[in-house]
């Protein structure tokens, strides 16, 4: 009897320690692997978890600093440099100065934007290479036809089809023919490009119409810095456009300082609640 009751006492200390070892691995495992998706740590910077919601086919994991891709490649957040001025983190960002602006939806924005503030601008080019091509044959590659406004237009553009952009596309042509009136064709009726493999004026960075992720519609009711020579910000395009791109991710250019009214991009990482 004496000697079941010894055995019997072991066994459950064991069992009792085993279970605790199991429960700390466990804790310190979920702390140092957060999956793209709905749990979310804190320690975190929440610019990368938007990204890895935002880019689920794409990306895996985020440490404090780090963002993993499912293919092994490692991203920094934070490159170290300080103080990096507004055209410094244009031509030369890391993933935390792009995400450093936030993006306000819808018509109630801070309007006129401020200077230099203009939410999306500042791109880290190779985070959106990888994904949507890093050549123009890469690019063409990902590109579907999309059927744009068929009563109104009646146009067949090409968007990138990674990351669902050109699904996207088609989910804001359908919400304008359906929602929107008459006055509002003609901002729309045509378009001035979707892809076309190029760098911004003046720049040695990729455009995202290189990427086949942004659309422009009519440039005659459209407003840009480079063409009127000063920075007094203008804007002739109607919310009820710009609020349907954004609810479908779409990010607007007539909401950056160096403003481009014309210009619609997919940046699902800065328009999500
Ligand atoms: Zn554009």
């Not at 000063?230 to 710009?242: A, D, F, G, L, R």
Request: hydrophobic share 35%; proline share 4%.
């Amino acid at each position: 009897m004496n000697l079941f009751i010894y055995i019997f006492t072991i066994i459950s200390l064991y069992a009792c320690g085993d279970s605790g070892n199991r429960t700390n691995f466990s804790n310190n495992d979920v702390n140092k692997k957060v999956i793209a998706g709905d749990t979310i740590k804190t320690n975190i910077p929440a610019g990368l978890q938007k990204l890895l919601k935002a880019y689920p086919d794409f990306l895996e994991k985020a440490d404090e600093n780090n963002l993993y891709w499912k293919d092994g490649t490692v991203m920094v957040w934070d490159d170290g440099i300080k103080d990096k001025s507004h055209d410094e983190m244009l031509d030369n960002p890391d993933l935390e100065d792009m995400m450093s602006q936030q993006y306000v939806k819808g018509a109630n924005w801070d309007e006129p934007p401020a200077e230099n503030f203009e939410p999306g601008r500042i791109r880290y080019e190779p985070f959106f290479t990888k994904m949507y091509g890093s050549s123009s044959g890469e690019v063409q590659r990902n590109l579907v036809n999309v059927s744009w406004l068929p009563s109104i237009c009646g146009c067949t553009i090409q968007f990138n089809n990674v990351n669902g952009a050109a699904d996207k596309m088609r989910e804001v042509s359908d919400e304008i023919e359906a929602t929107l009136g008459a006055q509002f064709h003609k901002y729309v009726s045509k378009t001035a490009g979707t892809f076309n493999w190029r760098k911004i004026a003046g720049t040695d960075r990729l455009s995202t119409h290189a990427f086949g992720t942004s659309i422009d519609i009519n440039t005659k009711y459209s407003n840009y810095w480079q063409w009127d020579g000063n920075m007094v910000w203008k804007n002739q395009i109607p919310m009820e456009i710009v609020e349907i791109f954004e609810k479908h991710g779409f990010i607007w250019g007539g909401k950056w300082y160096h403003y481009d009214t014309m210009h619609f991009e997919y940046r699902p990482e800065l328009t999500m609640e």
